[in-house]
């Protein structure tokens, strides 16, 4: 089994409220195994912009209950647009919207992803607001569902989706950055980032990947290459970085 994780700055421009890449997911669609694969997307401008104008991340407050849902709508239009150009492509995908099966502080129920891979579907969830049992709401992002999913199902490979080849020694634009083929446990590159993520930003990832890798192998390449992604596939050499 696989898990593949296609990020918010592959699927959206991130700048600009409900931009989507139609042609970029079709692409990735052309490339990914018709089952035997959990998939997670991110939010990108259909979640993190109002995610921020909101504050979600600091609980409920009764000013906040619109945007709440606005971000839960915005997220199923995302969702459904991934789902149908996935259904085009002859991938048996089927929704699964975080907030329908967990809430931050609980565990999350599975019983509805096994029934799916079960019976030969690939099942298609995401970040998404969801509520919180301590601070009411809170948004959950892909990240973590992607940690929850490794742990439960130990997939073969897991693979991150990103709009640059990999991780990198300094970040991208700096004129420092080196591509990091291989993270080792002791490397800790400089990973500022100069926009805001109300997930946690890329710190947090890189944290999250590897906590994985202790489950999974963790590959991080660019989505907008879609033959890497068939190349770490297939165990041929590719560009991008393994997380040990």
């Given at each position: ?51 921020d ?51 931050m ?25 969801v509520?919180d ?73 890189i ?30 050499d ?7």
């Amino acid at each position: 089994m696989y898990l593949i994780k296609l990020g918010g700055s592959v699927i959206s421009d991130k700048s600009e409220y409900l931009t989507f890449r139609e042609d970029t997911v079709k692409k990735i669609a052309r490339v990914l195994p018709k089952n035997d694969v959990i998939l997670v997307h991110g939010a990108g401008s259909f979640g993190h912009i109002l995610a921020d104008k909101y504050s979600i991340t600091d609980g409920f407050e009764d000013w906040k209950r619109l945007g709440f849902a606005k971000i839960q709508r915005d997220m199923i239009d995302l969702n459904l647009r991934i789902l149908s150009t996935l259904i085009d492509e002859g991938i048996p995908a089927v929704s699964m919207p975080p907030h329908a099966f967990m809430s931050m502080g609980s565990a999350i129920n599975f019983e509805i992803f096994d029934y799916l891979i079960h019976y030969g579907f690939v099942p298609l969830t995401f970040g998404d607001a969801v509520f919180d049992s301590e601070r009411g709401i809170n948004i959950c992002s892909g990240d973590v569902l992607m940690l929850e999913l490794a742990k439960k199902y130990r997939p073969e490979k897991t693979v991150f989706l990103t709009d640059v080849d990999g991780i990198y020694t300094h970040p991208p634009g700096s004129g420092k950055e080196e591509l990091i083929r291989e993270l080792h446990p002791a490397h800790d590159p400089k990973t500022e980032i100069k926009v805001s993520d109300v997930t946690g930003g890329m710190d947090l990832k890189i944290n999250v990947m590897r906590e994985i890798a202790k489950y999974s192998k963790v590959y991080v390449i660019n989505g907008f290459h879609p033959e890497r992604l068939e190349s770490v596939l297939k165990d041929e050499d590719f560009i991008g970085t393994v997380v040990l």
